[in-house]
């Protein structure tokens, strides 16, 4: 699916933030400048958790106050596995207080089985999406965001 602009990017955000639910899982995937911080801007602001920032210098950016929480993690400038365990990555993953996003998430093995996938690719202006869930609970996230982004913007 096509996301025109910066706007409809968080407008994709924060439909996933109306459907995540505590112990929710998101792999972000796509390269520099792809959209996964505009995306989670719009997800935490739906949530009612303020404003996100990208956690590329401080890694792990936790946003409090909103319906549930929502760790917001880059593993960009992780370079060895074993960084993962400060980051305390296995303790966010799957807590029922809160979603965990994950963005570069495919530089190491450590999505939970049922996770959702996005992936983001941009070409200029433009930005595409894929949604894709690895269980059922992924799943039921990438249909259901999917046929709201079908959806004229409102």
Known sequence: MNLPDADATRRAGAILGGLVQGGDSIALVGDL?????????????????????SPTFSLVNEYVGGRLIVWHVDLYRIDRERELVE?????????????????WADKFAVMPRD?????????????????T?????GQALASAASAELLQPAR
């Open 33 to 53: 400048g792809a959209g996964k911080t505009t995306l989670v801007t719009g997800l935490v602001a739906a949530i009612g958790a303020g404003d996100a920032a």
């Open 87 to 103: 980051l305390g990555l296995e303790e966010m993953l799957g807590d029922r207080r809160g979603v965990c996003v994950v963005e």
């Open 115 to 131: 996770h959702l996938r996005i992936e983001l690719a941009h070409d200029g202006d433009t930005r595409s999406i894929t949604l």
């Open 133 to 137: 869930g690895t269980g059922p609970r």
